[in-house]
């Protein structure tokens, strides 16, 4: 049984969707978590006295033969892993006539919610994709008077959705017009700016079940103007966390407002996985002779146990990073998959984008 962080189990599920069976013989089982693993064998021992009944002499084997290896692997455990149980088992041999039984156990990264049983010719992955995808999203928004650029931090990435400019003229006027009806046309156009962007941002947002917050970036005034008047949808006023001081509108703010909204976002992936690297390279830099940087080192700290956090970027190639991460969990060292979504992860991977911090010094 594999415990399974987020990048693994993408990994292994790109794997089990390229396997189809010839006929209904692939068998998917979810265990919930606290669920009584005895209980799921009983059901299987059915499954198999009902399997008998199968016409195809091919079939049936195939089916009552995973069904056998399934009931082995749970009766190794004592009881339902924290997160429930993922197996699948089945024939994946390409060449008619010959099997390849093969079995996976998974201790998924989040709890499994419902249990299933289904014998098909592919395997059952939705329930473990859903864990792959982000649970929570937030509503960024960076504007001045002149600019506006609306975006979304999913994850770890940034993404630009819609970006806006107001129209509204520079300082400098035309001549003949009175400093008076300069502002009253200049005032009325940002106004209309305003609607504009609330508008927009309620096309983007008000019907996205993942939205758990907004969070505004701007000069001073002009954010300030913004939130001032409820140019926006009550449901979306509710939904804003903060609002940042910055001073660039355009793509490269939300950026910005993201590093600067630190503490807004303090339980949120791109905000840790940030910490995780900034956590290495200060180790780096005050204790070298137990951080490590490069592959080298970081094998031979592995080979005696040595490591307490391996760090790897996710740009490795996949052999490279699943051959480390099975050393260090064999050592009860922890594992942290960087990715470079963020600028310390970009220049961890620059610097190699393998590291290690040390239990103990060699």
Known sequence: MTEMNKTELAEILEQLEKYKGRHT??????????????????????????AKNIKSTGTRKNVIDALEKLIRELKTLKKTPENGLALFSGNISKVEGQQDLQLWAIEPPSPIKSRLYRCDKE????????????????????????????????????????????????????????????????????????????????????????????????????????????????????KIIGKVDIGDASASGLNELVEKSQNLLKDHERTLEKKDVEKFFQNLGENPEKTFLGEENTRRALEVGAVEILYLSNKLSKSLIKELTEIAKNTGAEVKVISTETTEGEQFYNMGGIGSILRFKI
Request: charged share 30%; hydrophobic share 40%.
């Open 123 to 238: 395997f059952v992955l939705e329930p473990l994709k859903e864990m792959l995808e982000v649970s929570e999203v937030f509503g960024l928004l960076v504007m001045d008077r002149k600019e506006a650029t609306i975006g979304l931090l999913e994850g770890k990435r940034i993404e630009v959705l819609q970006k806006m400019t107001s129209g509204v003229p520079s300082k400098v006027r035309a001549g003949g017009q009175s400093s008076q009806r300069f502002h009253r046309i200049t005032e009325g156009l940002t106004k209309k700016f305003y609607k504009r962007i609330a508008d927009e941002m309620k096309n983007i947002f008000f019907n996205m079940p993942k939205l758990k917050g907004i969070i505004i970036g701007g000069p001073v005034p002009t954010k300030d103007e913004f939130l001032d008047v409820e140019y926006m949808v009550t449901q979306l006023r509710e």
């Open 25 to 50: 013989e692939l068998v998917t089982i979810y265990v919930p978590s606290g669920y009584d693993i005895n209980s799921v064998q009983r059901q299987l021992g059915a499954e198999k006295s009902t």
